[in-house]
T-cell receptor
Framework: EAGVTQSPTHLIKTRGQQATLRCSPI?????VYWYQQALGLGLQFLLW???????NRGNFPPRFSGRQFPNYSSELNVNALELEDSALYLC???????????????FGEGSRLTVL | AQRVTQPEKLLSVFKGAPVELKCNYS??????LFWYVQYSRQRLQLLLR??SRESIKGFTADLNKGETSFHLKKPFAQEEDSAMYYC?????????FGKGTHLIIQP
């Protein structure tokens, strides 16, 4: 079974530009989560999608947005990039929320975004 | 709002010594708690969950609602336990992680 895949692995942008990160969940998983892992800050929750809808978002400005497609893949968009957006962005997937009482998330390897 | 606190950024113990990674939480509802682990150059993965009351790789964790804690313990540390450990709390808003503890097992 293929795991969660994320692309690109690395991305270098300059301030003010836009970045798009992509995530393909494990087959059969309908929930996708995005986390930002910045140095010293642990895993900061960004967004949660389930069945194509945004279920919750973390304490991030509106320039962080995303969507989930009908095939349950997802993309994260970061507009007007700032230096402090440099981080590892992790995507995770899980089975349908109702069925996933266990709460296990399966993580991708992440996309490393560097803003210069 | 829920919160997960891991007070130790770094914990270093010798091989064979007991290990305890601390986790405290703040949540108004009935909590579901987890420990995730990230070994060097590997993905973040689930280690154990409190509802299963299981022991994985010799680790156990007991939910103490009175102290709002979910500490991870292992009686005898092994070198392969060196990793980043994250405590997480599940709520209707998703999964909230602590900032993690870097566990180093010295030979």
């Amino acid at each position: 079974e293929a795991g969660v895949t994320q692309s690109p692995t690395h991305l270098i942008k300059t301030r003010g530009q836009q970045a798009t990160l992509r995530c393909s969940p494990i087959s059969g998983h309908t929930s996708v989560y995005w986390y930002q892992q910045a140095l010293g800050l642990g895993l900061q929750f960004l967004l949660w999608y389930d069945e194509g809808e945004e279920r919750n978002r973390g304490n991030f400005p509106p320039r962080f947005s995303g969507r989930q497609f009908p095939n349950y893949s997802s993309e994260l968009n970061v507009n007007a990039l700032e230096l402090e957006d440099s981080a590892l962005y992790l995507c995770a997937s899980s089975r349908a929320t109702g069925a996933n009482r266990g709460g296990e998330l399966f993580f991708g390897e992440g996309s490393r975004l560097t803003v210069l | 709002a829920q919160r997960v606190t891991q007070p130790e950024k770094l914990l270093s113990v010798f091989k064979g010594a007991p290990v305890e990674l601390k986790c405290n939480y703040s949540y108004s509802g009935s909590p579901e708690l987890f420990w995730y682990v990230q070994y060097s150059r590997q993905r973040l993965q689930l280690l154990l969950r409190h509802i299963s009351r299981e022991s994985i790789k010799g680790f156990t964790a007991d939910l103490n609602k009175g102290e709002t804690s979910f500490h991870l313990k292992k009686p005898f540390a092994q070198e392969e336990d060196s990793a980043m450990y994250y405590c997480a709390l599940k709520s209707a808003d998703g999964l909230t992680f602590g900032k993690g503890t870097h566990l180093i097992i010295q030979p």
